[in-house]
C-alpha cells in the first residue's frame, strides 16, 4: 500500500493557461474522488469515478473543470483558461467502492494562478 | 449554504484534559459521519466515524457522539496529547451532490494542544 499519489505537488501558472494534474490511487481501489480546497474552508466534492466511468461531475465548478479515468486507474484533472479563483489545493482521494470510512487522501496539488 | 458547518474555527486545550470537537449539520438525508485529521502540507487522515444509527462510537482515546434530534455531532479526544494538535474536519455522506460515497466537509477545527 503506497498510498495515494498526485502530481504535481504545487504548480504556479499563468491566468489563461491550461494546467493538468494527475492522481495514481491505491492499487486495488476502484473509486476515484476530486476535491478541492481553497483557504479555510474544508474540502469541496468535485467528481468521482467507479473504474474508468465517471458517475458524478455535475458538482464540476465550470465547463472549463474536466477529469478522466482512462484504464480505471489513475485520473487526471484539467483546468482550462485558468482563472485566479481557481488558485486552490486540489485533493484526490481513493477507495473501495462502499468503504467511505476507508477513504484515502493524496497530499494534493496546490496550484496557484497569477 | 453549509449543510456541515464546524462553527469554532480553533481550539486550544491543555495537554492531559479533554478535547471536544463540535459539528451541527442540516441535511436529515446524510446517512454516515466522519471525522479527518489534517497536519500542514498533507492530506485528510481518516480518524473516526459514526452511522446515523448509532448514537456513540469509541476508538482508543478518540469518541464520537451523534445527537440526531439536534442534529450534532461532537469529538472528544482524552486525553489530549501534542501530536493531536491539526486540523478536525467533521464530514458527513448522503443526499448532498456528493456522489455515492461523495463527502461534505465542514470547514474544519484548528485543535491546538498546549503543554
Known amino acids: 500500500d503506497t498510498g495515494v499519489s498526485q502530481d504535481p505537488r504545487h504548480k504556479i501558472t499563468k491566468r489563461g493557461q491550461n494546467v493538468t494534474f494527475r492522481c495514481d490511487p491505491i492499487?486495488?481501489?476502484?473509486?476515484l474522488y476530486w476535491y478541492r480546497q481553497t483557504l479555510g474552508q474544508g474540502p469541496e466534492f468535485l467528481t468521482y469515478f467507479q473504474n474508468e466511468a465517471q458517475l458524478e461531475k455535475s458538482r464540476l465548478l465550470s465547463d472549463r473543470f474536466s477529469a478522466e479515468r482512462p484504464k480505471g486507474s489513475f485520473s487526471t484533472l484539467e483546468i482550462q483558461r485558468t482563472e485566479q479563483g481557481d488558485s486552490a489545493m486540489y485533493l484526490c482521494?481513493?477507495?473501495?467502492?462502499?468503504?467511505?470510512?476507508?477513504?484515502?487522501f493524496g497530499s494534493g496539488t496546490q496550484l496557484s494562478v497569477l | 449554504d453549509q449543510q456541515v458547518k464546524q462553527n469554532s474555527p480553533s481550539l486550544s486545550v491543555q495537554e492531559g484534559r479533554i478535547s471536544i470537537l463540535n459539528c451541527d449539520y442540516t441535511?436529515?438525508?446524510?446517512?454516515?459521519f466522519l471525522w479527518y485529521k489534517k497536519y500542514p502540507a498533507e492530506g485528510p487522515t481518516f480518524l473516526i466515524s459514526?452511522?446515523?444509527?448509532?448514537d456513540k462510537n469509541e476508538d482508543g482515546r478518540f469518541t464520537v457522539f451523534l445527537n440526531k434530534s439536534a442534529k450534532h455531532l461532537s469529538l472528544h479526544i482524552v486525553p489530549s496529547q501534542p501530536g493531536d494538535s491539526a486540523v478536525y474536519f467533521c464530514?458527513?455522506?448522503?443526499?448532498?451532490?456528493?456522489?455515492?460515497?461523495?463527502?461534505?466537509f465542514g470547514k474544519g477545527t484548528h485543535l491546538i494542544i498546549q503543554p
Open positions: 459514526i452511522s446515523s444509527i448509532k
Open positions: 464530514a458527513a455522506r448522503g443526499d448532498s451532490g456528493g456522489g455515492a460515497d461523495g463527502l461534505t
Open positions: 492499487s486495488e481501489h476502484n473509486r
Open positions: 482521494a481513493s477507495s473501495r467502492q462502499g468503504a467511505v470510512e476507508k477513504l484515502f
Open positions: 441535511n436529515s438525508m446524510f446517512d454516515y
